[in-house]
């Protein structure tokens, strides 16, 4: 084998491996404006064991992310107007395809509770969400307490 065969050989297996891959990646860079939420868990009529909503990350183009920005690309605060730390369990599920999805229960009743969703210490859509009034808890036995 030629001497200059070899690294032209290497640049070749290179180029096929990272073809487009990189770029692509560096080229989606998550708009936390444009970023959609949607979903049940939202609003404060809907009763439910565990609340959720979902996450959909967007590019600067206006694209949806089809692949994962990162498992702890988002953050989900829970806030009370009454209480200083809410008894509210919240899981972020990233789902692997550019969505995430968000869990939480609540383990008292509250009013007013506000949803904030952060990249990067930056409010995300139209963080923070307000349920405004009083937001049901569902006890074991499906009962609401009021």
Sequence with gaps: ?????????????????FDGHLGAQAASVLDADQTLIWGPGLETNIVLPARFFYIQAVDSSGTNLTASP????????????????????VQVLDRLDGSFLVRYRMYATYTDLQIH???????????????KGRIALKNFQGSLEV
């Design 1 to 17: 084998m030629s001497p200059g065969l070899l690294p032209l050989l290497a640049t070749c297996f290179c180029l096929e491996v």
């Design 70 to 89: 990162g498992e702890k690309t988002f953050e989900v605060k829970m806030k009370s107007a009454v209480e200083q730390f809410p008894r509210i369990w």
């Design 117 to 131: 969703i952060l990249h990067k210490e930056k409010h995300v859509g139209k963080s923070p969400y307000t349920l």
